[in-house]
């Protein structure tokens, strides 16, 4: 297995990333349609996606694959009943992404603090207008979800003097954040914090978690930061306690539908921001992401265990309960 078969899905009209850094470690081919995808299938078992929304696994099959790297750190792609039922290995690119998400959290909550946007807008109007703006120091922050991301951006925030506590899907303590509530705790403690942030996966339990419902145990005036998946949050009800001026404002930097169509009335609305899934993308990360999966590659062709393996039966769809997100 001196230079294994790696089929690379890339996505159509986008630049390749920088694959001549695998071109010493294996035979690559790139595909961006069916077509492509399954006249390169025969004799390959490493897969490299690049283009995490791809569609192709749905739509083709993982034929005779036995790896998936994926470029991002979600695996929503790779959430099919063949793949989670097969013995295929399914990577992630975890180490790239994670610390400029938590920035960007980190960001636009000073945005919020200190009302940025309206500074903008006045200075666009060549008003002098005196304000005064909250401060960030001791702000409380529920950060839902502790993976890779949401452990970042909880000690991120706390480094910045904000009093930060964390939701996953089971209560437990964990030795570098502390106490982690569960799912159950979840509506007790919206009512108690300023800024909700998700970091959360796309599962059948967290789809449309936060709702209508939801969104009124919210503390009133409270904002909401979504850099896991746009679906864990249902947009209409979003814009309706926005409207209602139950929720204070948001930062969406994931949809329910990417891109967003340009005419979503998300565009237009001052009390959020609208990111186009780039949080997590600092100059040069498609770079990084290559050389990931190649170091994932080289342990590969050297029979040694892989790095940041992701157990999708752990996220299986049918093994989650949704009684949460219905209430």
Same mark, same amino acid.
């Given at each position: 297995?001196? #230079?294994?078969?790696?089929?690379?899905?890339?996505?159509?009209? #986008?630049?390749?990333?920088?694959l001549?850094?695998?071109?010493?470690e294996a035979e690559?081919?790139? /595909?961006r349609?069916a077509?492509? $995808?399954?006249?390169?299938?025969?004799g390959?078992?490493?897969? $490299?996606?690049?283009?995490?929304?791809?569609?192709l696994?749905?739509?083709?099959?993982? *034929?005779?694959?036995?790896? &998936?790297?994926? =470029?991002?750190?979600?695996?929503? =792609?790779?959430?099919?009943?063949?793949?989670?039922?097969?013995? &295929?290995?399914?990577?992630?690119?975890?180490?790239?992404?994670?610390?400029?998400?938590?920035?960007?959290?980190?960001? /636009?909550?000073?945005? $919020?603090?200190?009302?940025?946007?309206?500074?903008?807008?006045? +200075? +666009? !109007?060549?008003?002098?207008?005196?304000?005064?703006?909250?401060?960030?120091?001791?702000?409380?922050?529920?950060? /839902? *979800?502790?993976?890779?991301v949401?452990?970042?951006?909880?000690l991120?925030?706390?480094? !910045?003097?904000?009093? /930060?506590?964390?939701? *996953?899907? =089971? !209560?437990?303590?964990?030795s570098?954040?502390?106490q982690?509530?569960?799912?159950?705790?979840?509506?007790?403690?919206?009512?108690?914090?300023?800024?909700?942030?998700?970091?959360?996966?796309?599962?059948?339990?967290t789809?449309?978690?936060?709702n209508?419902?939801?969104?009124?145990?919210?503390?009133?005036?409270?904002?909401?930061?979504?850099?896991?998946? *746009?679906?864990?949050?249902?947009? +209409?009800?979003?814009?309706?306690?926005l409207?209602s001026?139950?929720?204070?404002?948001?930062?969406?930097?994931?949809?329910?539908?990417?891109?967003l169509?340009?005419?979503?009335?998300?565009?237009?609305?001052?009390? &959020?921001?609208?990111?186009?899934?780039a =949080?997590?993308?600092?100059?040069?990360?498609?770079?990084?992401?290559?050389?990931? $999966?190649?170091?994932?590659l080289?342990?590969?062709?050297?029979?040694?265990?892989?790095?940041?393996?992701?157990?999708?039966k752990?996220?299986?769809?049918?093994?989650?309960?949704?009684?949460?997100?219905r209430?």
């Amino acid at each position: 297995m001196s #230079r294994p078969k790696v089929m690379v899905i890339v996505q159509e009209g #986008r630049p390749l990333p920088p694959l001549e850094r695998l071109e010493a470690e294996a035979e690559v081919s790139v /595909v961006r349609t069916a077509d492509e $995808f399954r006249d390169a299938q025969p004799g390959t078992e490493i897969l $490299f996606l690049n283009d995490f929304r791809t569609k192709l696994l749905r739509e083709v099959g993982p *034929g005779e694959l036995c790896w &998936i790297h994926t =470029s991002s750190i979600g695996v929503d =792609s790779l959430m099919t009943r063949e793949i989670i039922d097969s013995d &295929i290995v399914v990577s992630n690119s975890r180490g790239v992404c994670e610390r400029p998400i938590a920035e960007w959290v980190l960001g /636009v909550l000073l945005m $919020f603090t200190k009302d940025l946007r309206r500074t903008i807008e006045l +200075q +666009q !109007a060549r008003t002098w207008q005196h304000r005064e703006t909250q401060p960030l120091l001791g702000r409380k922050v529920l950060v /839902v *979800g502790p993976g890779p991301v949401g452990r970042e951006t909880v000690l991120l925030l706390r480094a !910045a003097g904000m009093d /930060v506590d964390i939701v *996953g899907r =089971s !209560a437990r303590n964990d030795s570098q954040l502390g106490q982690i509530s569960g799912f159950d705790d979840l509506d007790r403690l919206l009512g108690n914090v300023d800024d909700v942030v998700l970091t959360l996966p796309l599962t059948e339990e967290t789809r449309g978690l936060f709702n209508s419902s939801r969104f009124r145990k919210m503390q009133p005036g409270a904002r909401l930061v979504n850099v896991g998946r *746009g679906a864990v949050v249902v947009e +209409q009800d979003l814009m309706d306690s926005l409207d209602s001026g139950h929720v204070g404002g948001a930062a969406l930097d994931v949809f329910e539908h990417e891109p967003l169509d340009a005419a979503n009335p998300l565009w237009g609305r001052r009390d &959020i921001l609208v990111s186009p899934h780039a =949080s997590g993308d600092l100059i040069g990360w498609r770079g990084e992401v290559v050389d990931c $999966f190649a170091r994932n590659l080289r342990r590969w062709k050297a029979h040694e265990p892989l790095k940041d393996v992701v157990d999708l039966k752990k996220l299986d769809p049918s093994a989650s309960v949704t009684a949460q997100k219905r209430t």
